[in-house]
């Protein structure tokens, strides 16, 4: 599959099969997300690869959806903000960082057959108190990781260029 292809055609899937994700894959999605652009290559990041059933469904009261913690794995996206690049006005990167790695997750496991969905509508607080994440480090998204259970057309809805793209000035 091609960049483009993989851009046109992964879906959110908030519906997955049983099935364990093969280590190797997982560990291929987490390579991805190590080989990803940051400011500064600073690398502000870490990730939390949760595959253990019962921490899994301890996460339920952080983002309540069967769905989430039924998958065979969940990839938890951290920052450490103190370790990121910010501009000399005082703008943080460390989201940006972070979100670029995730993406690149995403784009990989639909390259390799596994679906993805980002989360970020969870109670931050209940995560780091499951998972043990210190105080200083923040949780910027999830995704579940699995094989699809639901099938999904290409593309959802979007703007169309015209409305978002701009030549030579706004
Ligand atoms: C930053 C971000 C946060 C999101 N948070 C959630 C979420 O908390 N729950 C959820 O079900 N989907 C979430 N999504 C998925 C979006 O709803 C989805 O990407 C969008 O509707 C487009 O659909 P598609 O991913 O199938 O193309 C999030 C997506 C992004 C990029």
Redesign the pocket.
């Known amino acids: 599959m091609d960049v483009f292809e993989a851009v046109r055609t992964r879906?959110?899937i908030?519906k997955y099969q049983e099935k364990p994700v093969e280590t190797e894959k997982l560990v291929k999605i987490l390579e991805a997300a190590r080989l990803s652009p940051s400011a500064n290559n600073n690398q502000p990041w870490h990730f939390i690869a949760v595959t253990d059933e019962t921490v899994r469904k301890k996460l339920l009261p952080a983002y309540g959806r069967d769905w989430f913690v039924n998958a065979p794995a969940i990839i938890v996206a951290c920052a450490e903000p103190s370790k990121g690049w910010s501009r000399q006005d005082g703008e943080d990167y460390w989201k940006v960082d972070v979100a670029i790695a995730m993406q690149t997750m995403v784009l990989a496991a639909h390259e390799l057959g596994l679906g993805t969905?980002?989360?970020?509508?969870f109670k931050e607080d209940k995560v780091k108190e499951v998972l043990g994440i210190p105080e200083e480090i923040r949780v910027l998204?999830m995704t579940p990781l699995g094989y699809p259970a639901e099938q999904?057309g290409s593309v959802?809805e979007r703007k169309q260029k015209e409305e978002i793209v701009h030549l030579d000035r706004w």
């Open positions: 879906r959110s908030r969905c980002w989360v970020a509508a998204a999904k959802a």
